[in-house]
């Protein structure tokens, strides 16, 4: 995953646990945008970028990106965001 913070000038790799789950440490008051390498999100794909995220909605609520890539659903938990992605196909990849 990257992850880019406003205001930072380069973004940040994270590689997941088993789980997909990595953790980062970012205090409220700051927005976040946070990215594939290698797998494809399953956003909306009227969207031309990521969307940022508020910390404080992160911390507070969490937050679930919407899944177009099937029926998985999950919880919303506070200090997380969820991202629904799915393996990008040979053809994807080459065209990165």
Do not use: H, Q
């Not at 913070?5 to 590689?15: A, C, E, N």
């Not at 390498?37 to 919407?66: H, Q």
């Amino acid at each position: 995953m990257n992850v880019t913070i406003r205001g930072m000038r380069d973004d940040v790799t994270y590689t997941t646990d088993a789980n997909g789950t990595f953790v980062i440490d970012v205090g409220p008051g700051k927005e976040l945008r946070a990215s594939t390498e290698w797998r494809i999100t399953c956003r909306d794909k009227r969207s031309t970028a990521p969307p940022m995220f508020d910390v404080e909605e992160i911390l507070k609520r969490g937050v679930i990106e919407p899944n177009t890539c099937g029926n998985a659903k999950t919880e919303l938990i506070p200090g997380t965001i969820t991202i629904f992605t799915r393996k990008a196909t040979f053809f994807e990849n080459m065209a990165r």
